[in-house]
């Protein structure tokens, strides 16, 4: 059990994103101003709730399950649902807004944007650093069943 904290703390992250994700995609995004996407290239809010909770809440519950039962795909998976959470967070903000500069910082609301980039970013680096220690751990185990 080699690299447990980075497994876990990949695991947490994981499933946080998993739960808000989801719980965003089915109640808040569909309850969301059609004002807010006029003008934009969506007609309705589907795409960005399926985007949402399929896209970054299913990334990450596979990466998640995979963290914990194979971790060298977890880890890669990992660095995937990363990245996803990222691009949707980048491309909300091309649509939308960037909501601190739009509502100020002394909203809540307001920062759920910079968290998923932090949280996006976390897991991305987590996952790279378990794909590093994971792959070296794979290439040392293969070394020596060859005798190597």
Known sequence: MMHRANRVALGLLELFVVLTAVQGAIF?????PAAWIK??????YTIPALALGIGCGGASLMAGLAVMFRPLLGAALSVMAGVVMIGFELVEIGVVGFALATYGPGTPQAWLQVIY??????ITLLGFRLLLAEG?????RL????GA
Do not use: S
């Open 28 to 32: 808040v995004i569909p309850n969301l």
């Open 39 to 44: 003008g934009t290239p969506f007609a309705d």
């Open 117 to 122: 980039l932090a949280v996006g970013t976390a």
């Open 136 to 140: 070296a751990t794979t290439v040392r």
């Open 143 to 146: 070394g020596n069943a060859w």
